[in-house]
Structure formats: structure tokens, C-alpha cells
């Protein structure tokens, strides 16, 4: 009965599996020469078993039923590539043709693991398009800039962080406050953020977003994605931190349909190569798949980092001449130990559950619905009716004493006395061998506290000194919907959806008050008003509100539509957006200046559209020309809308959309031997607004205007990004390469914008907060930040015993400084007594004070080297880099120019001087760095 029943069901199941197409998917596997690479591991997304390439690099799956597949193609010292394609019920053979792997940049590469450059240390790759133009994985230009020039702070094209966008499955990680991406969201998490799914570059046309100046990075972190293996990982450097440990585990996907995905890693340093800069950051990941059938599957996602880092101060050049360029202002001695007042804890996770759902033969449908929270507190130093106890606080400076020296001099000489010269060195010395006056003295301010706890009659009286924190609580919830579809073999069209909600929590909280009894809720600046009317004569204890407190809410709906048409020689892509926001203010404090200040401001409503296109004509099969074209609108962010959130509903002056008009032709040659992309672009952005913060005297000796902390805004500002790249690389022999980069660019302003401030003292003067100063002659000046030039050339030896050594030599042109607005307007050399400019004032000495900063040209060696060893199923790496070899510490990474001089005597005085009192505050490079790292796969 038991064989008759076996026979029954043998001879009726082989049938069926007739009835069902079942398909055999193969390809071949080859480095960048054509050269078959053996023994590559293919992972199928969608099984939990892995295949390996043979001798000539050939791999197949059989039996593959119809549905749309995943497979990622690993070999060490190679860049791992992501290949997506479709099964159809008609295919009984499909060829993917031959998948060419790129040498891995993570090895070859330097790693930019600097916090504030979002430890993003790893590149990536993702499928190819279908004529075979691999614009997806990282070219020779897209290595170099991102690993070797961007570890010093370059930026291709110009284009800011801003301009950036990076997605986690469809969720923009874009922050509502300032467009910027936090890095930190995710930082340490370099096993499951290493490959993006895609990765374009500039304007490029993505399939799951707009996109904007700055290219797309998009991670799909589905469970079954990722390699099947246990990583384990430390790495030691002297950058932003000395040691990480890492450790990873995926398991495949499981007979049962599950996958699960684990990652976790800790980054600290108990005092980094800055002084005072300690740090201490873990990470955790996980994602967890369900796959109900090869068409349905549900993917949770739980992210975050919390992390507590410790900031450095940008100084004048005069303190690094006295300390050195590690310098930092920010800390000082504490009971035997290194305590920074500028402390960031930040801890924002994110919880992602996305859909995975197949429809019919040719068409996907994702959705994702995630939800964001948290809290991102800066601290800083904070004082009552009591002296600056920045230690670089001007007066504080030796040079303001041999500057009042000189000015003593009643006969005119520029000399000073034997006496004065001797206690201006012995000053120095203090400065140099005493921390008490060079660092924060931190027992001056328990001090000053206790000292003040009560008056004569025995009184209780709040600090003078605090420790306060000003904190953002966002709490995000977003809706990413994605549909895709083949309309025809060569024709495919996308649809993305967006929604978001924020409601953003934004005040100043007390964090210490260093042995006093209480603080104070007053402002020092508006005769001891209380900062909230209606709670005159708060006492704020330690965890209590103080100064501002305010919500910033936000609604976003975005719709994005995108094309793409292959032909033999064209592919054609075109994408569409539109979007609408609204933004709104809701004060928790009443500022007694402001009648405005609490309760909910007008909505401000912003519509956007734009379109972008991408024409790629194929020569051949090797050689390629390609246009991209964008013409877009941006909708101010929060920070420029509102101009002084924490005071007022007031909505920014001037404030609209920016208008982004960008274009770039490229040629691009594939050959075996030599890989060469070569292009010119041309960006305009347009009625943008700027706003900046600081202190500012626009008092002189005739009149008195106000010296007051200002928000400044620049109204309608216009610039231009224009350039030409050249990318090669050469294949000198099987294993030694060459590659050289070229950048040359030219960004600047291109009109005179409108500038207004806003400020405490001018509701007081005159009943407005906005003063309106005409235009700054900004025409020309040029774009800060980033080099504008920059070349490298790079020598790499792969040895075909897995085992490498490169090296680089980098040259950086043209890095400015950036300027204040305030005096580029004819406030600087106009006498606010009679109208008239000041005596002395001659276009030349205008030029002179107004002149935007050029810094020197700097050149950078970086080496590199590693080693990959295999055991079975066992793989160890051991890899290190070095930055900066010849220790070149004259390159500054950035900086601004203090504003506070904004009347032309005391600037011109200040100009003269041998030591500044309000040079511009740099950071500098932080010389020779390191990183070397080990892991180890099974």
C-alpha cells in the first residue's frame, strides 16, 4: 500500500512541476580586465544556500520559479555588487551576462571616520543598468574624492551636506531643522551600512527619490539582504576616536521564510589628538524579516547610536601660536581630570517596518511607515552678571596686553619699554605653563558660586556660572510608499510617496549649577526681565527649562515619478517632483519683548516642482557620453524660516524658495586598460537665504547703534558651482594600477544680497527686532568651506596573493574663509551721527578690511596597506592607513570671520594691530592620522 501510494504521488508531482516555468539564472564573474575571478560566493537573497563561481568565474541557480530576485557577489580584496533582475513564467535560460567586480575601495581607500563627517568610512555599490554603463558602482572619481580627498574636507562640486540625500528604505534622513543628514544617527554601524543599494552620484535620476545637488545613497535594510555570516571587528586610530569594536550576525535566509540581522559596536576615546575631546558612542541594528511567499514579506527595522562626544574649539591664530594646533578652549582641569563644557549626548533611534509586496509578473509595490525619537543636547558654559570665562575671550589674550601697551605710548612710538616687553613674556609663560589661566578654571567658577549663595543680609541669591544645555526632542513620523513596473522589456517607470510629520521640542535646560543653589530665569541683557513673563522670579534648579522653550511642527507630502527607456545606443531617464510643506511655531514662553512669543505663529505654506533628465548615448560598448539636467525649487527650512525661533514668531525676511538649475556632460571610456570619465558642469542657485548668529558692535565713538547677539540674515543670496573633473584609471599591469583625479572648480556669489539682523536692543531702540542695512557687496566673493581645487594621483599593487599596498599624493587649491555679512554693508565706513562715512575712510583701506581670506595651498601623502587570509569558511583581514603622512599641520580645515567690528575705526584699529583682537576663529587639520583594523568572517 506504501509503494502504491509512493508511486501515486511521484507521477503526480512530476507533472506539476511542468506546469510551473522553472528557470536556470547564470552568469559569468570577472575583474575590471575581463579576467574570470574563481571561487566568488553568490548569495541568493531569497534562499538560504550560496553558490560558488568555478574556474572560469561561471555560477548558476536552477529551478528558479518566476518572481524578482537578489543575489550580492562576494571575493575578498573585491567590492561586493548587488544584482537585482526578474524571472518570468516564458524564461527557461536567463543570462545575466558577465558581472564585473571593481577592487574594494574599502581596502584601497582612506577612511573618513571623523563624527563630523559622519563616520560614513565605507563605499558601495548596486546594480548595473541595463547598457551596461556601471553608473551605480563607484567610478575612480567617486572613490578618490570620497576616501582620499574628502578626508580633508572636500566636497565635490561644492555642494554642501544640505544638498545630500540618504534614505533608509524610502525615509529621508534628512533633518527639517537645517536640511544637514546626522551622520550620528547611525555612525558606527558600518557592517550594515557598508553597500548601498543605490548609490548615484550629483544630479543623477534616482528610482526611489528626486533627489537633489548632492546625489542619493539609498539603504534597503531587509533582513535576507544581507550576507549569511558572523563578523567580528575592532579597529585602532588617533582620529575622532582610538578604538571601535564591531560585531555582526545574519542569518540567512531560514527554511521557514525568517532572517534576522544583528550589529552592535561601541567607538570611545578617553582623550583624543585635540585636547579635551573625549568620546564615547555604541551602536545597535537589527532587522527582522518575514517571508510569507516568494511575493510577500514584512522587514522590522530598529536603529540607533547614542553617543556622547566632547567638541574642540575654532581659535584665533594668535592662541595656536602660543599652545599649538592641538588647542582646544573648551575644557578644563577638574578635581584631577580633562572636563569639557561643550558636551554633545545625542540619542535619536529610528523603528522602520516595511512591506515587501510583489504584483503580478513585472510590478513591486514597498511601503514603509517608520517612527523617530529622541534627543540631541549641546552643553555649554553659561554666566549671570559675571565676567566671559572663555579663556580666549579677547581681553584675556596676551596680545591685548602688548596691544595696550603700544596704545599707552603718548609720543606715537611703536615701540614698548624693556619692562613692559618682560611682563608681556612673563603673560606668555602663564599662558603656556598654566592651566588655570590657559584652560576653564573650573574652581574659579564653584567658587565664584558658593561665594555668591547669599548676599549680606543672608539672602539666598542664584549663580553666576552654569552649565546649560540647549536640546532638540524631534519626534518624526514618515510614510515612504514605492511602486515600480515594467511597462515593456526596455521601459520601466517608478512612483515614490512621501509623508512627514514633526513635531520638534526645542529648549534650554539646566544642566549644572556648579555649587549654586539655584539660577536665576532673568535676562542680563534686557535689565534682568524675566525670560518667561508670565513665571516672573523662577528659581531653575538643575533639569528645569530656562531662557526658551518652543515647538516647531511640520507637515510634508512629497510625490516623485521617474522614467526609464532603454534603446540599443539611448537610455533615457526622466524624473518629476512635487512637494508641499507647512510650517509653524508654537512659543512656551512669553518674552516680554516680543508679543509674539508665545502661542502658534501664521502657517507658512511652501510648494515645490521640479524635473530631472539623464541622456546617455553609447558609442559602443566601451565609450559612453552622458547629460544630466535638473531645474528645481527648495522650500526654506525651519531654521530659515523662523529667524529667531527661540524669541519670536517672526517669520525671516525676504525668505522663498532657492530656484537650482544644474547641468553636466560627461564622456566616459570602459576599457580593460584604461577607465576615464571626463566632465564640465554648471549649477546656479538662486534666492537663497543665509543666516548666521554671533556678537556684534556697531557702537562708535559718535553713536551708539547697539552691541548686541544678532541673528544676520543675507536675502535673495545668488551663487554659481562651475567646474571640470577628470577621472582615469590605468591598468599598468594584471596587478599594479594607477589612477589620477582632477577637480577644478569655481564657485562664488553672484549678486549683492539684502541684509537684515535681528536683535534684542533694536526692539528696545525702536519697537522692530529687524533692522534692514541694504545690500553687502558680496559680488564675487567666493564660496566657503571646501576647496574649490584639487588633484590626486594614486599608485595601487593587488597582489593575487590577497594582499595590497597603495598610496596617494594629494594637492588642495583654494579654500577661503567664510565672512559676515554685516560689515560688507555701508555700516561699516558710514558715521551713524551724521550719515556721512567716516574721516580717513579711502577705497582702499575699504578693500583692504573687507577682503575675503585666501588660505595656502597644501599638499597630503597617504599610504595604505592590508591582507586578506582565508581558512575554509573562516576569513581574516588585517588593514591600515595613514593621512598625512609628512604631518603637514598648516592646512585649515575651516573657519569664520568674527563679525563684531561692524563700525570703521575699531576695525581699522584691529587691522593694525600685531595681534587681532577679532581675527578669524580656525580649526586646522589634525596632522598625521591612522587607522588600522582587523575582522574576522565565518
Known amino acids: 500500500m506504501i509503494k502504491k501510494l509512493s508511486l501515486i504521488s511521484l507521477f503526480t508531482l512530476l507533472p506539476a512541476s511542468f506546469y510551473f516555468a522553472q528557470t536556470t539564472v547564470y552568469a559569468y564573474v570577472k575583474d575590471a580586465a575581463g579576467k574570470p575571478i574563481e571561487n566568488a560566493e553568490i548569495d541568493l537573497a531569497q534562499s538560504g544556500n550560496d553558490v560558488t563561481a568555478d574556474k572560469i568565474g561561471y555560477f548558476q541557480f536552477v529551478d528558479m520559479q518566476p518572481g524578482r530576485y537578489l543575489i550580492t557577489i562576494f571575493k575578498p580584496t573585491f567590492e561586493p555588487k548587488i544584482v537585482e533582475f526578474d524571472v518570468t513564467a516564458d524564461e527557461k535560460r536567463k543570462d545575466l551576462g558577465v558581472i564585473s567586480l571593481n577592487p574594494s575601495p574599502t581596502d584601497a581607500g582612506v577612511l573618513v571616520i571623523d563624527d563630523s563627517a559622519g563616520d560614513n568610512d565605507e563605499g558601495g555599490s548596486s546594480m548595473q543598468p541595463t547598457i551596461g554603463l556601471l553608473s551605480s558602482g563607484r567610478d575612480v572619481f567617486q572613490s578618490v574624492t570620497a576616501f582620499e580627498l574628502g578626508a580633508y574636507w572636500f566636497r565635490p562640486r561644492g555642494i554642501e551636506n544640505r544638498y545630500e540625500d540618504i534614505l533608509f528604505n524610502g525615509v529621508s534622513m534628512s533633518k527639517n531643522d537645517d536640511g544637514r543628514v546626522d551622520f550620528s544617527n547611525w555612525g558606527g554601524l558600518n557592517d550594515v551600512t557598508r553597500y548601498p543599494f543605490e548609490n548615484v552620484d550629483n544630479i543623477t535620476p534616482s528610482e526611489y527619490t528626486f533627489g537633489n545637488l548632492g546625489g542619493v545613497v539609498y539603504y534597503n535594510t531587509r533582513a535576507s539582504s544581507y550576507r549569511k555570516q558572523t563578523s567580528l571587528a575592532y579597529s585602532f586610530t588617533n582620529r575622532s576616536y582610538f578604538h571601535r569594536a564591531m560585531a555582526t550576525y545574519s542569518s540567512g535566509l531560514t527554511k521557514n521564510g525568517w532572517a534576522f540581522t544583528f550589529s552592535g559596536s561601541r567607538r570611545w576615546a578617553d582623550d583624543g589628538v585635540i585636547d579635551g575631546t573625549y568620546q564615547d558612542s555604541y551602536a545597535y541594528f537589527a532587522a527582522i524579516e518575514k517571508q510569507f511567499s516568494s511575493r510577500h514579506a514584512i522587514n522590522f527595522t530598529a536603529f540607533g547610536a547614542p553617543t556622547y562626544r566632547a567638541s574642540n574649539s575654532p581659535n584665533t591664530q594668535e592662541t595656536y601660536d602660543l599652545m599649538g594646533k592641538n588647542y582646544n578652549a573648551y575644557w578644563g582641569w577638574q578635581d584631577g581630570e580633562k572636563r569639557n563644557s561643550r558636551i554633545r549626548r545625542v540619542f535619536e533611534p529610528v523603528f522602520m517596518l516595511t512591506d515587501y509586496l510583489k504584483i503580478g509578473e513585472n510590478s513591486n509595490w514597498n511601503n514603509t511607515i517608520s517612527y523617530q525619537f529622541g534627543r540631541d543636547g549641546r552643553s555649554r558654559l553659561d554666566w549671570f552678571h559675571a565676567a566671559d570665562p572663555n579663556p580666549t575671550y579677547y581681553r584675556k589674550l596676551p596680545g591685548y596686553m602688548y596691544s595696550g601697551f603700544m596704545d599707552a605710548d603718548s609720543d606715537g612710538s611703536t615701540d614698548i619699554t624693556d619692562a613692559e616687553q618682560a611682563q608681556f613674556n612673563a603673560y606668555v609663560n602663564q599662558w603656556q605653563t598654566n592651566p588655570n589661566v590657559s584652560q576653564i578654571d573650573w574652581n574659579s567658577l564653584y567658587s565664584a558660586n ?243 548668529r554671533y556678537y556684534v558692535d556697531i557702537s562708535s565713538e559718535t553713536a551708539d547703534q547697539g552691541n548686541a547677539l544678532v541673528a544676520e540674515v543675507l536675502s535673495g543670496i545668488n551663487k554659481t558651482y562651475k567646474g571640470l573633473e577628470l577621472g582615469a584609471e590605468v591598468k599598468i599591469t594584471p596587478t599594479l594600477s594607477a589612477n589620477a583625479v582632477a577637480s577644478y572648480g569655481d564657485y562664488r556669489i553672484t549678486n549683492n544680497p539684502t541684509v537684515y539682523t535681528t536683535d534684542d536692543d533694536s526692539v528696545e531702540r525702536t519697537g522692530s527686532p529687524v533692522r534692514e542695512w541694504g545690500t553687502a557687496q558680496l559680488k564675487d566673493y567666493k564660496v566657503a568651506g571646501t576647496p574649490q581645487k584639487a588633484y590626486s594621483f594614486g599608485l595601487r599593487y593587488n597582489s593575487t596573493k590577497f594582499w595590497w599596498l597603495g598610496a596617494s599624493a594629494n594637492y588642495l587649491q583654494d579654500q577661503f574663509l567664510d565672512f559676515s555679512a554685516l560689515n560688507k554693508t555701508a555700516a561699516l565706513y558710514t558715521n551713524p551721527l551724521t550719515g556721512d562715512n567716516y574721516n580717513g575712510v579711502t577705497p582702499e583701506q575699504i578693500a583692504r578690511l573687507t577682503a575675503q581670506q585666501k588660505f595656502e595651498d597644501q599638499f597630503m601623502l597617504n599610504a595604505n596597506a592590508g591582507k586578506t587570509f582565508v581558512y575554509g569558511k573562516y576569513r581574516m583581514g588585517v588593514s591600515v592607513s595613514v593621512n598625512n603622512i609628512l604631518n603637514n599641520r598648516d592646512y585649515v580645515t575651516g573657519g569664520f570671520e568674527q563679525g563684531r567690528n561692524v563700525n570703521f575705526p575699531e576695525s581699522l584699529a584691529d587691522a593694525n594691530r600685531t595681534y587681532s583682537y577679532f581675527g578669524p576663529k580656525l580649526w586646522y587639520d589634525r596632522g598625521r592620522t591612522f587607522f588600522a583594523n582587523v575582522y574576522l568572517r565565518f
Open 450 to 692: 558658593i561665594l555668591n549663595r547669599y548676599d549680606m543680609n543672608g539672602n539666598e541669591q542664584g549663580a553666576v556660572y552654569t552649565i546649560v544645555e540647549d536640546v532638540n526632542k524631534d519626534k518624526t513620523l514618515n510614510f515612504a510608499s514605492h511602486f515600480d513596473t515594467k511597462l515593456a522589456s526596455n521601459w520601466k517607470l517608478n512612483l515614490n510617496f512621501n509623508y512627514q510629520n514633526l513635531k520638534s521640542d526645542n529648549f534650554r535646560e539646566m544642566k549644572d549649577l556648579l555649587g549654586a543653589l539655584y539660577a536665576n530665569d532673568l535676562n542680563a541683557f534686557n535689565n534682568d526681565a524675566p525670560n518667561d513673563a508670565d513665571n516672573p522670579g523662577r528659581r531653575i534648579m538643575e533639569g528645569d527649562r530656562t531662557q526658551y522653550s518652543y515647538d516647531l511642527l511640520r507637515n510634508t507630502y512629497a510625490l516623485n515619478a521617474s522614467t526609464e527607456v532603454d534603446f540599443p545606443k539611448w537610455n533615457v531617464m526622466a524624473s518629476v517632483f512635487s512637494s508641499y510643506s507647512e510650517s509653524q511655531r508654537e512659543g512656551k514662553f512669553r518674552n516680554p519683548l516680543y508679543a509674539d512669543s508665545k502661542g502658534k505663529s501664521d502657517i507658512y505654506d511652501a510648494f515645490d516642482a521640479g524635473i530631472k533628465g539623464r541622456v546617455t548615448y553609447k558609442i559602443d560598448g566601451r565609450n559612453f557620453i552622458v547629460y544630466n539636467g535638473a531645474l528645481f525649487s527648495l522650500a526654506p527650512t525651519l531654521n530659515e524660516i523662523f529667524i529667531n525661533p527661540r524669541a519670536t514668531n517672526l517669520i525671516t525676511p525676504g525668505v522663498e524658495n532657492q530656484i537650482v538649475n544644474s547641468n553636466d556632460l560627461s564622456y566616459i571610456l570602459r576599457g580593460q586598460i584604461l577607465k576615464l570619465r571626463l566632465g564640465a558642469y554648471h549649477t546656479t542657485m538662486n534666492n537663497a537665504t543665509e543666516i548666521s
